[in-house]
């Protein structure tokens, strides 16, 4: 997708440096476009655990370039798979919820045993991150496509009127590596020139809906409004919202699905008024262990000052202000989960599904 007219993913091998792997820190979006080297295993941990790199695929993919960062440093070794599995479980640390991150630890892992010398283990290590890179590319690709049926239904349905969509936090590229989850129909849908209207909730505390959906939405030229995050119930009710469409960080065999703190109200707006609610996600996000969501997903809790404090722009720079009075405490959950009766149905690379179990199990 675009920056300033430029095509761009959200992380890649630096040219003539195979060695250094490249990311956008979103931490500064929409203020300043920054690009951060990743040298070290340290550096891949830090990039996900505070956020430089955020959403369930582009965290996946970001912890596949680690594993192969952290094997560029290990030795010849008779327990060189021990190693690596420390390698592993060091990055599943990171972050508990997004189910990727496991996937493609686990993915580095399988497919290095298969080979002894560690510079060959290195190589498959390297060639295996490129290659789920660009799996993910092309599974958004494809969300894309199966959801935009569901945008031209409506279209058609209102005669050609503007389609309103509401969506939460950012499911967009940032989060992914190109076209998005959520955002991959509504990109297809303006190029095939739909009209359309996003709704973007800004997501405190940190604020992803307002300051990096509405910026990629407003580098691709698609209309859209930033609103407060509870005013999606009023608008639903108001019939200012034809469709919901979400991401997920997991989503259990059962079809609950994790999403950022938020997303579980809006179903049961959207389920009260009777507008469809949409989750698009790759089927690597899905956890098919995972039998109970709203039981079993861990859900991640953050540093309260992210809730206590807020970024702005201000003289020039980003400016963190504290919001509440000085001795008060906050919870910050980043996290919740949305019961699978409240899903309409599940936009994957493989199809539109109902969110259940047996529906679930077509896609494997």
Not at 182 to 211: C, F, M, S
Request: charged residues 25%; contains cysteine.
């Amino acid at each position: 997708m675009q920056i300033n007219k430029k095509y761009y993913h959200t992380i890649w091998v630096k040219e003539n440096s195979s060695s250094v792997i490249e990311i956008i820190d979103q931490r500064y979006l929409p203020f300043e476009f920054r690009v951060v080297e990743l040298k070290t295993l340290k550096d891949a941990f830090v990039a996900i655990k505070e956020m430089l790199v955020r959403g369930a695929p582009l965290i996946g993919v970001t912890a596949a370039y680690g594993m192969y960062l952290g094997m560029l440093d290990l030795k010849k070794s008779e327990n060189i798979d021990q190693e690596i599995r420390k390698i592993g479980d060091y990055l599943e640390s990171s972050r508990p919820t997004a189910v990727n991150l496991r996937y493609a630890v686990e993915l580095i892992i399988e497919k290095t045993k298969s080979v002894k010398d560690i510079n060959q283990k290195i190589s498959v290590a390297l060639q295996t991150a490129n290659e789920l890179k660009e799996k993910e590319i092309e599974n958004c690709r494809l969300i894309g496509e199966n959801g935009l049926s569901l945008i031209e239904k409506i279209s058609k349905a209102k005669k050609g009127d503007t389609v309103n969509i509401l969506t939460h936090c950012n499911a967009g590229w940032l989060a992914c590596v190109d076209y998005g989850t959520a955002t991959a129909p509504i990109y297809l849908a303006h190029k095939k020139g739909i009209k359309l209207h996003v709704w973007v909730d800004e997501t405190r505390p940190r604020n992803q809906g307002a300051r990096l959906t509405a910026f990629e939405l407003g580098q691709e030229g698609i209309d859209h409004t930033i609103i407060a995050d509870n005013t999606g119930g009023l608008l639903m009710q108001k019939g200012m919202v034809d469709l919901v469409i979400v991401g997920s960080d997991r989503t259990s065999a059962n079809g609950d699905v994790a999403n950022k703190i938020g997303t579980y109200l809006k179903a049961l707006a959207a389920h009260d008024n009777n507008i469809p609610f949409y989750v698009a996600l790759p089927l690597s996000t899905i956890d098919f262990n995972m039998t109970d969501g709203v039981k079993q997903i861990p859900i991640e809790q953050r540093d309260e000052n992210e809730v206590r404090f807020i970024d702005g722009w201000l003289d020039n720079k980003i400016n963190n202000v504290r919001i509440v009075p000085e001795n008060s405490k906050a919870a910050n959950y980043g996290f919740d989960v949305t019961p699978a009766k409240y899903v309409t149905a599940l936009i994957t690379e493989k199809g539109v599904c109902k969110a259940n179990k047996q529906d679930i199990e077509k896609l494997k």
